[in-house]
């Protein structure tokens, strides 16, 4: 069974920027989706950003513009390239494969981001 392990967060302030990464355990190469979730405190975790086999991205509106997410099938690694964050992106972040209901792996154990001054 793939596991994941995130890294990558921290402190910063408002209008700085993060790389999260993420190394799974197993291939990713034939997964269709990979993709980022957060849950800040007393919220729902939500997927905040995807990418699929295809090359195709797709993100929440209130990331696009500031937020890069790739993926590296031979490495098996993820990646979130956050810029201009706000307080409103603190939360811990994961890293998953999208499926109804939540992620088709195990969760990891996430990575704190926060963003404040």
């Known amino acids: 069974q793939v596991q994941l392990a995130e890294a990558g967060g921290g402190l910063v302030q408002p209008g700085g920027s993060l790389r999260l990464s993420c190394t799974a355990s197993?291939?990713?190469?034939?997964?269709?989706?990979v993709g980022w979730f957060r849950q800040a405190p007393g919220k729902e975790r939500e997927l905040v950003a995807t990418?699929?086999?295809?090359?195709?991205?797709e993100y929440i509106d209130s990331v696009k513009g500031r937020f890069i997410i790739d993926r590296d099938n031979p490495n098996n690694a993820v990646y979130l390239q956050m810029n201009s964050l706000q307080p409103e992106d603190t939360a811990v972040y994961y890293c998953?494969?999208?499926?109804?209901?939540?992620?088709?792996?195990?969760w990891g154990q996430g990575t704190q981001v926060t963003v404040s001054s």
């Open positions: 998953n494969a999208p499926i109804i209901g939540g992620g088709l792996w195990p």
């Open positions: 197993g291939s990713i190469s034939s997964t269709y989706a």
């Open positions: 990418h699929a086999l295809d090359g195709r991205r």
